[in-house]
């Protein structure tokens, strides 16, 4: 409250609040009106994400960074526990919060089969495991358990899942995927409506839904289109196919 009080006395009685900060203002009206606010600078911030590591006051205040992520073993420190990581992200999400602007950060993490980098965290199958089982209410019962685990440690968004198609043994990331075939990819997405929440009928297609801030997160479908068909099954290499192949395997996909 004085916090608030002493922003109300800087601004002046006669002076609202800017429509950004507007939380019942349409979303397209605060987008328009907090990019007309933002240099070109703080634009290509916000379109950056940092590894923890790196995450400095300065990066966060200064430049206004709009992501950051804990890369594969990066931790607070050995053995963290929950509260470990939410007291690291709350200390970011402040330091973001002092920026110009004020616009927070999403804190992302590779929570593919589980709150994976957490010490004590539950760890469940592998995707090329839940293929196998063909479960799909099991793969939203794990999105739901996941969703909860990574938002006790303050984090926002899970890089999951991942709906590579692997076309190649040799791809040394095969596990990865739930299958070589794009249909049962598909069917085992239910994970996403596990981690986000079910929308209801009537929510606009296209527009980002989470059902609770509290006991959700956001999911993110990955990698890049036809990464799971790379010739000789370089990682990160080269996928060659027609255009009517990679559709016909990609098309299926939500």
């Given at each position: 409250m004085a916090a608030a009080a002493a922003a109300r006395s800087q601004q002046g009685d006669d002076e609202a609040p800017p429509l950004y900060k507007d939380a019942s203002a349409p979303v397209e009206a605060r987008v328009r009106d907090l990019l007309g606010r933002m240099t070109l600078q703080e634009k290509a911030a916000q379109m950056a994400q940092i590894e923890r590591t790196v995450a400095s006051p300065r990066a966060l205040t200064e430049l206004a960074a709009g992501s950051v992520l804990n890369g594969g073993g990066s931790a607070p420190h050995d053995r963290a526990s929950p509260?470990?990581?939410?007291h690291m992200v709350d200390g970011m999400q402040r330091l973001a919060l002092s920026s110009r602007l004020a616009v927070p950060i999403l804190f992302g993490t590779d929570a593919v089969h589980g709150h994976s980098n957490v010490y004590g965290a539950t760890i469940f199958p592998h995707n090329v495991g839940l293929g196998a089982s063909r479960d799909v209410d099991l793969a939203h019962k794990i999105g739901e358990a996941t969703a909860l685990e990574v938002r006790a440690t303050g984090i926002h968004w899970a890089f999951a899942p991942c709906v590579a198609v692997c076309r190649d043994p040799r791809w040394g990331r095969c596990y990865e995927s739930y299958s070589e075939d794009p249909e049962i990819v598909r069917l085992l997405t239910t994970i996403v409506t596990g981690l986000q929440g079910q929308p209801p009928a009537d929510h606009p297609h296209g527009y980002l839904?989470?059902?609770?801030a509290r006991e959700n997160v956001l999911a993110c479908a990955k990698h890049f289109l036809g990464d799971g068909g790379t010739d000789k099954g370089v990682n990160e290499g080269n996928t060659i196919c027609s255009y009517e192949d990679l559709e016909?395997?990609?098309a299926t996909l939500p």
């Open positions: 509260a470990d990581w939410a839904f989470l059902a609770s016909g395997i990609q």
